[in-house]
């Protein structure tokens, strides 16, 4: 029977990340940043190239400065999810998120990819049950020549 409550936890914590994952991309989507921040662990990681946000207020600092630069229509779709519990309460995992993005109101005749990336990310359990991004790095793979690298980087490199 033990087995058995070990594969049902280790399927529990399997989904309750895929959908923290799904809602990461709904909510970046959607310009939901409350609920988009609430992702993320208080002391959360998260880089993009040199673009580095430590803590869920840089965070929703960086998600307010995207909204606030106008009109902007994204989507990011998510797949190959691989997930390693390294714990009952941490995991880490890797995905591929393809965006296509513009700064233009839907509907765009355009849809080429605007980046291909590599999630890596560590997750964490938390004391309310919910799975949350502890760290997320993201490393661009593809890349539209249109796409001048993410709001906020640091530099080109």
């Known amino acids: 029977m033990a087995v058995e409550l070990e594969a049902l936890a280790r399927l529990e914590a399997r989904l309750a990340i895929e959908d923290l994952n ?8 959607h310009n939901k940043v409350d609920l988009l921040v609430g ?11 040199s673009r580095v946000s430590v803590g ?3 965070i929703r600092s960086l998600f307010d400065a995207r909204l606030s630069a106008g009109v902007r229509t994204a989507r990011h779709m998510y797949s190959g999810l691989k997930v ?4 009952a309460d941490r995991a880490r995992g890797t995905s591929v998120c393809m965006t296509f ?6 509907p765009i005749t355009s849809a080429v990819p605007y980046l291909v990336a590599d999630f890596f990310d560590e997750y964490v359990r938390e004391d309310d049950g919910c799975w949350r ?3 997320r790095r993201i490393e661009r793979i ?4 249109s ?3 993410p709001v906020g980087q640091t530099n080109k490199g």
């Not at 799904?22 to 989507?29: G, P, Q, R, V």
């Not at 992702?39 to 190239?49: C, K, S």
């Not at 390693?84 to 714990?87: G, H, P, S």
């Not at 593809?142 to 020549?145: G, L, Q, S, T």
């Open 147 to 149: 796409n001048k690298g």
């Open 84 to 87: 390693e519990l390294v714990a």
């Open 56 to 58: 869920v207020e840089k």
């Open 142 to 145: 593809f890349i539209d020549p």
């Open 101 to 106: 993005a513009q700064n233009a109101a839907p």
């Open 133 to 135: 991004i502890a760290k």
């Open 39 to 49: 992702l993320f662990t208080a002391e959360a990681y998260y880089a993009h190239g």
């Open 22 to 29: 799904t809602h990461f991309c709904h909510y970046l989507d």
